[in-house]
C-alpha cells in the first residue's frame, strides 16, 4: 500500500498553505524547518521597544488567503482580520514632488491630474489596461501550470490567443516602453515601471505583460492585517496546526531520497524518514544542489539570472512623520541609470528608498512619538560583492536622500538599527545569493523558464514557493501551493 503520508520541506507561505491544503483533503502532513519559527520570509523582529514586520509589507488578493480557511471550514474571524487601505503609497521626488496613490481609482486619477497636471483618464486608462492583460492571461499564467499539456486545451486559452493582437504591445515591448506609450508624464512612468520590482526585475528589459501587476494593487485593492503582517504567518501556522500538520523546527533536510526515479522520503542526518509524496518549498536551486545532489541537474532553469536582492535597515525613529503613511516611496533622480548599476552588482549612489511604517497601523509597534522604519533598497544578489563597504555607503545615501527629501536630520533621529543584507537572507531563507524572488522576469519567455511545481524526472516530487511558478511575493506563494494541492489531487 503506498504511503499517504506527504513531507513539506520549509514553512515559508507557500508551505504553510500547500500544508493546509493537503490537510483538508485528508493527507497527513509533516513539515520541516530548519528555523525555530515558521513564515521564511514572513517573519517579525523586535528591537528594543520597536516591532518590525522583517519581510513582505505589501498584502494584496486576500481572497487567496480566504480560499484556505473556507477549504478547512474554519472561519477567518477566529484567526485573521484585515483592513483595506485608503491611501495605499506616499510618493515622494526631491523636486518637492508628492503623489498620494489612493485606492480609489477616481480618487488616484483626481490626484494624479492635480498634482501633476496629467489628464485623469490616464489614470483610468491605464488601470484598465493592466486589468484587461490580467483577465486575458492571468488564470493561464498565474493559476495554472504552464508545464502540463492540459492547461494549454481549455476554453480560457482558446479565448486569450484570439485576444493576442490586442496584447502585441505589451509581449514584445518592456515594461518602461509600454508605459511610455500609454502615459505622457515622466514621474508616472517611473510610477508605473516601478512595479518590475515587485518580483526582482528592471522594467527597462521585463515585458509589458508584467504592467498586469498594478491590477492587484489598484483595482482589487491594499489591505493590511490589524496586528501587522506577521500575523498572516501566525494565522496560517495555525490554521495548519488545528487542521492535524505537524511541524518540525530546527529539522534541516540534508537530502530527498530518490529510489527508481521516485521520491521516497528524506534524510535528515543519519535517519531516514519515508513519505508517500514529497514538497520542497526551499528554493529550487539550493534544493537541487543540496538535497538532490546525486540527481540530474535542470541546468538551463538553475542558470537563469537571479532576482534582485534587498537591503533593509530597521530604524527606530525618535519623531513622527505626519507626510509618511504606511508604504512610502522616494524615488531616485535617475531610474534607468539605478538600475543599470543593479545590473553591473552594484548599488546607486542615488537609490530609490522605500519606506514601511506598521506604526501608521498599530500603534503598539514603536512608543508614543515615535516610529518603526523598514528601510529598504533594491540591491544586486549576492555575487562576492564588498557587502560591508557597500552597506555603510547605502546607508550614507539613504540617510542624505532622507533627509533632503523630508527636510530633517534624520542621522539625529536613529535611536536603534538592525540590518539585513543578501547574505543573511541568503543564511536565513536559504534564498540562493539571497535573491528574493528566485529568477528574474527579465525576459518574454521567463515564465516558460521558472522551475514548474513538479519535474517529469522525479515522480511524487513537487516544488512551491517564491523561486518556483508562478513567482515571488505572497499571492504567487499561495497560487503554487494551490497548483501543488491540485496537482497531488489529480495524481
Request: charged share 20%; net charge neutral.
Amino acid at each position: 500500500m503506498e504511503n499517504s503520508k506527504i513531507c513539506i520541506i520549509g514553512a515559508g507561505i507557500g508551505g504553510l498553505s500547500a500544508a493546509i491544503r493537503l490537510a483538508a483533503e485528508g493527507h497527513p502532513v509533516d513539515v520541516y524547518e530548519a528555523n525555530d519559527y515558521p513564515g521564511g520570509k514572513l517573519t517579525e523582529i523586535q528591537i528594543e521597544d520597536y516591532r518590525f514586520d522583517a519581510g513582505p509589507s505589501l498584502f494584496t488578493m486576500p481572497s487567496y488567503i480566504e480560499d484556505l480557511f473556507s477549504l478547512a471550514g474554519k472561519n477567518m474571524k477566529d484567526y485573521f482580520a484585515y483592513d483595506r487601505l485608503d491611501i495605499i503609497c506616499h510618493y515622494f521626488w526631491e523636486d518637492g514632488t508628492r503623489l498620494k496613490a489612493y485606492s480609489d481609482a477616481e480618487d488616484f486619477a483626481t490626484e494624479v491630474e492635480k498634482v501633476l497636471g496629467v489628464p485623469a483618464v490616464e489614470i483610468t486608462n491605464i488601470l484598465a489596461a493592466s486589468a484587461q492583460k490580467y483577465h486575458l492571461t492571468g488564470t493561464t499564467f498565474l493559476e495554472k501550470s504552464l508545464h502540463k499539456p492540459g492547461t494549454w486545451f481549455s476554453a480560457e486559452v482558446a479565448r486569450s490567443l484570439t485576444q493576442i493582437p490586442m496584447l502585441t504591445g505589451a509581449v514584445f515591448k518592456s515594461m518602461h516602453q509600454d508605459n511610455e506609450r500609454r502615459l505622457s508624464h515622466p514621474k508616472l512612468i517611473q510610477l508605473f515601471d516601478r512595479f518590475a520590482t515587485y518580483n526582482g526585475s528592471n522594467p527597462y528589459k521585463a515585458p509589458g505583460m508584467l504592467n498586469i501587476i498594478p491590477h492587484f494593487e489598484h483595482n482589487i485593492g491594499a489591505f493590511f492585517p490589524r496586528d501587522g503582517m506577521h500575523q498572516i504567518t501566525r494565522a496560517l501556522y495555525q490554521l495548519a496546526v488545528d487542521l492535524g500538520v505537524k511541524f518540525h523546527f530546527n529539522q534541516a533536510v540534508d537530502k530527498i531520497e530518490v529510489v527508481e526515479k521516485k521520491a521516497v522520503g528524506i534524510r535528515i542526518k543519519d535517519l531516514t524518514i519515508g513519505y508517500g509524496r514529497v514538497i520542497s518549498n526551499m528554493d529550487v536551486f539550493p534544493t537541487y544542489k543540496k538535497l538532490l545532489a546525486d540527481q540530474s541537474q535542470p541546468h538551463r532553469t538553475l542558470s537563469q539570472p537571479r532576482s534582485t536582492s534587498a537591503l533593509i535597515f530597521y530604524w527606530g525613529i525618535k519623531k513622527e512623520f505626519k507626510e509618511l503613511g504606511l508604504h512610502n516611496i522616494l524615488f531616485s533622480k535617475n531610474y534607468q541609470k539605478e538600475f543599470a548599476t543593479l545590473e553591473a552588482n552594484q548599488i546607486d549612489e542615488d537609490p530609490t528608498v522605500y519606506i514601511n511604517i506598521s506604526k501608521k497601523r498599530v500603534k503598539a509597534d514603536a512608543p508614543e512619538g515615535c516610529e518603526n522604519w523598514f528601510t529598504m533598497i533594491n540591491v544586486p544578489a549576492n555575487k562576492g560583492q564588498d557587502w560591508e563597504s557597500l552597506i555603510v555607503q547605502a546607508r550614507e545615501h539613504i540617510i542624505e536622500k532622507i533627509s533632503r527629501t523630508l527636510h530633517v536630520n534624520l542621522k539625529d533621529l536613529i535611536v536603534c538599527e538592525s540590518i539585513l543584507d543578501p547574505r543573511s537572507i541568503e543564511s536565513k531563507t536559504a534564498s540562493y545569493q539571497g535573491a528574493l524572488y528566485g529568477t528574474n522576469s527579465n525576459n518574454v519567455f521567463a515564465a516558460f523558464l521558472r522551475h514548474p511545481n513538479f519535474t517529469n524526472k522525479i515522480k511524487h516530487l513537487y516544488f512551491c514557493g517564491g523561486s518556483v511558478h508562478p513567482g515571488g511575493g505572497i499571492p504567487l506563494c499561495l497560487l503554487s501551493a494551490r497548483i501543488v494541492s491540485e496537482l497531488i489531487q489529480e495524481s
